[in-house]
């Protein structure tokens, strides 16, 4: 059963689901995927990224720092998760994901019927040319695809560009707590 949280009334999407390749803004050829799951390899090289990833750009404390907590952060949320990673030249250089707000394993194995909160990180480098849009739009074409239709997140008030993107795939703003938003969207699809 859904939360209580507050959703848009109209559905949006449909979004692009992986495999997707594109060239971003700067000429680069990026590949986006969803693995089944974080099998030894594909974890192996999402922790790379985030052990790259600059610690000043982390937010409401994610992702972690050191490649232990990492590791362990990512194998905690990996098993019941839905993720999409994007690579340039077969480095993981963006990961989205979307973690069950449910501890009820027939709730998650359903994916609809319960929301689910949204995380996403670019490494820097990657930043601006375009790939956290495909990466959130896959994510939530992906989500779609597998029945999940409830997506939350909080990002921090001050971050413009982020909350700019999350509107213009149809995030709405539902919360404000003093330092984060929380948005929300309902995706299309059979719940």
Same mark, same amino acid.
């Given at each position: ?41 594909? +974890? ?29 952060? +990512? ?60 990466? +959130?739009?896959? &994510? ?12 939350? +997140? ?31 969207? &309902? ?5």
């Amino acid at each position: 059963m859904v939360g209580t949280r507050q959703y848009p009334d109209e559905a949006s999407g449909p979004f692009a689901s992986p495999p997707t390749t594109v060239e971003d803004r700067n000429g680069r050829s990026i590949e986006v995927r969803a693995p089944d799951e974080f099998a030894t390899e594909a +974890l192996d090289d999402v922790v790379d990224m985030y052990v790259e990833f600059d610690p000043s750009d982390r937010a409401q404390g994610i992702p972690p720092t050191g490649e232990d907590r990492i590791r362990n952060w +990512l194998e905690t949320i990996g098993e019941d998760s839905v993720n999409v990673v994007a690579r340039h030249e077969g480095d993981a250089i963006g990961h989205a994901m979307l973690v069950p707000d449910s501890d009820d394993p027939a709730a998650i194995e359903r994916k609809g019927g319960i929301e689910w909160e949204l995380a996403i990180f670019v490494l820097q480098a990657y930043q601006r040319a375009g790939i956290g849009t495909l990466l +959130l739009e896959n &994510l939530l074409g992906h989500a779609s695809d597998i029945g999940i239709s409830h997506v939350w +997140l909080t990002v921090e008030r001050w971050n413009n560009p982020a909350i700019a993107l999350y509107e213009r795939v149809g995030f709405e703003a539902t919360g404000t707590e003093s330092f984060e938003q929380e948005m929300a969207i &309902l995706l299309e699809g059979d719940d």
